[in-house]
């Protein structure tokens, strides 16, 4: 049996339910974590899966949190602090993932280089989020931003599934899927197959 790192891809379906909330909240009907690890030390693989998951569940609560305002309020006011949430939210899991420092693994580097790319590729969309919000005037603007957020927070979608690949390819051992399956904060995100 061996366990794998899907808890990533878990976060997939909240993200797009997330984003189908954000959509349909304009559409008019019903619609943290790691320490201070530097480059050069390595982190136990336990903690460093606790932060990854600990980061992960506190992003993924704020954009649940963002989707579910725009549902509630889906106006100019609505989208702009949602946006807001989700920009600040997605700055703090970028910030959290790069300070975890690589873990003490056989793949540590690689996966520290995985989970810092997903960052930087996170980060990379917070300008689309950030526009989106602030030209979500009236009606139109509202619906244009709500559909924009949403088609983002699909891109990270993919980009957390890509870095979560990633991560299974470079554990050959299984240190990184035995961290995770060990880690409290994942309990209940990763599987065994």
């Known amino acids: 049996m061996r366990v794998t790192i899907p808890f990533m891809r ?26 201070t690890a530097t480059e050069s030390s390595a982190t136990p693989a336990e903690d460093w899966a606790n ?13 649940t949190e963002a989707g579910q305002g725009i549902r509630d309020n889906p106006t100019e006011e609505g989208i702009k602090s949602a946006g807001d949430e989700i920009r600040s939210a997605t700055q ?3 910030d959290d993932l790069r300070g975890l420092g690589r873990p ?11 989970i810092d790319q997903l960052a930087t590729d996170l ?35 993919s980009q957390i599934g890509t870095a979560s690949q990633q991560l ?15 880690a409290d904060s ?6 065994t197959s």
């Open 104 to 114: 003490d693994t056989d793949a540590g580097q690689e996966a520290k280089a995985t």
């Open 123 to 157: 980060e990379s969309n917070l300008q689309k989020i950030t526009d989106a919000a602030n030209n979500a005037s009236g009606t139109a603007g509202a619906v244009t931003a709500a559909t924009t957020i949403g088609a983002t927070l699909t891109t990270m979608g």
């Open 51 to 63: 932060g990854v998951c600990e980061a992960f569940d506190s992003w993924q609560s704020s954009i």
């Open 10 to 35: 878990g976060l997939l379906a909240v993200i797009v339910l997330a984003a189908a909330i954000v959509a349909a909240g304009c559409g008019g009907g019903d619609s943290s974590s790691g320490g």
């Open 92 to 94: 703090t899991l970028a």
């Open 168 to 182: 299974e390819q470079a554990d050959a051992q299984g240190e990184l899927a035995d961290a995770f399956a060990q």
């Open 186 to 191: 994942c309990a209940g995100l990763t599987t």
